[in-house]
């Protein structure tokens, strides 16, 4: 089984915010022990209290007005967000990650959030798809996918949604491989939660401030196959002319098919 840990980054309300991101961390069942101690052990080393209350929630690192935050400096905390991204940039070959960018007003009046999810969804659909083929259709590249999200966030909204999909399918056909409706966890105690956390924050500095820095530490970790871009997702305006990787990669494979 395949689990992908989803979290979101930017307000729908603010008006001052033009992107809501959906950012996602596909993990092999085995490798979520890994994963987990990896973090916690890198977590540990920052040597800020007990390793349980230190919660890796990118915004509230980067504001510094929380504890433990508070009182390091900012250039010391964006380090941190930078450091917990390059384990997530040399995690085991199985961990790949999602995100799709909605441009909020070009997706009005539908709901970015619900949006995104269900783009997501597809992604993930489609990958677990693309690893039974690569299996030859064998019994053992047979995967179930299952979806976990911040309780706090979205619990209600998105669960009916999935229980929608699930029912009448998507745009995109049906989410046959996902085994369930979405399990809600508390972000404070799930450590690949707050890794989808500093994913979907990284991708939003990208798209809302053009500011690379933490994007580019993961940015080859997105699901992609034969140098197709299938894990990163950018809905931007429509007049333009977007030369992100996303909408390259999308641009390279149009051509190729015409
Ligand atoms: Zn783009």
Known sequence: MYLVYIDGSGSVKNPNEKYFILGGVSVFER????LIKHVDE???SLDLGPPEDVELHA???AN???KPWKGVPRKE????VENALEIVRQSHGSVSL???AVHKAQRAPNDPVEYAFEEICNRFNLQLKRIYNRAEKKEEGKHRGLVVMDKSNYESALQSLARTFRVQGTRWGELRNLAEVPLFVDSQASRIIQIADLVAWAVRRRYEYQDTR???KIVSRFDSEGGVLHGLVHFGPNDENCHCPACLSRAIRDAAIQ
Request: glycine share 4%; net charge negative.
């Open 98 to 100: 999602f995100a799709i």
């Open 59 to 61: 915004s509230v690192i």
């Open 42 to 44: 890198f977590v540990e």
């Open 64 to 66: 510094g007005r929380e």
């Open 31 to 34: 490798q979520i022990f890994h």
């Open 77 to 80: 905390r964006l380090q941190i």
């Open 214 to 216: 933490y994007f580019d």
